[in-house]
């Protein structure tokens, strides 16, 4: 079998303590894989299907957010990417798995991994974990109690040995198959 590989990891910003587990684990894959980690940011939070602030805004008022989260998104995950210097910041517009599906196509990642908040938490208009199973790339859940849960896909269980994970650190008992 070949082993497959990929060029970048994308990673769904989201400001929590499983956001933050999630952003550490996309961080050490794109290490031991030495390629881009991009980071996604939604306008319209893709875990609170109740938020439409984005689309109630006019395209300049729309511009003036974007630039605005794009800094804090900026400020925020810099200082967590230390010295790893290939991390990219893309703001997204749609809160959907369309914008996330177009990003894979144009090959901005090929595993994406998410903080796992909680079991039955909404992403992208749908429990997160029918997302993830659902979605066509690798999706590693990280969370919801500590970090060394790791739900994965069924497309992310075919590459799992190769991630080159550090396994001492993982709770081999917590992993799940979605």
Not at 33 to 54: E, G, I, Q, S
Not at 159 to 173: F, I, P, T
């Amino acid at each position: 079998m070949a082993i497959p590989t990929f060029n970048a990891v994308g990673f769904c910003a989201h400001y929590s303590k499983q956001g933050d587990w999630a952003f550490d684990l996309a961080l050490e894959l794109s290490k031991a894989h030495n390629v881009k980690l991009n980071v996604f940011h939604f306008l319209t939070d893709p875990f609170d299907p109740n938020d439409t602030r984005a689309q109630k805004l006019s395209g300049s008022e729309l511009e003036k957010l974007a630039v605005e989260e794009e800094k804090k998104l900026r400020l925020y995950y810099d200082e967590r990417a230390g010295e790893y210097l290939d991390v990219g910041f893309r703001v997204c517009y749609d809160n959907s798995w369309t914008e996330l599906h177009r990003c894979l196509i144009i090959r901005e990642f090929q595993i994406l991994v998410l903080g796992y908040t909680k079991k039955g938490a909404i992403f992208a208009r749908k429990p997160i974990e029918e997302f993830a199973d659902s979605f066509i790339s690798p999706v590693i859940l990280v969370g919801p109690d500590k970090p060394e849960q790791l739900f994965f896909n069924s497309r992310a269980t075919l590459v799992a040995d190769n991630l080159g994970l550090n396994k001492d650190k993982l709770d081999k008992s917590k992993i799940v198959y979605i």
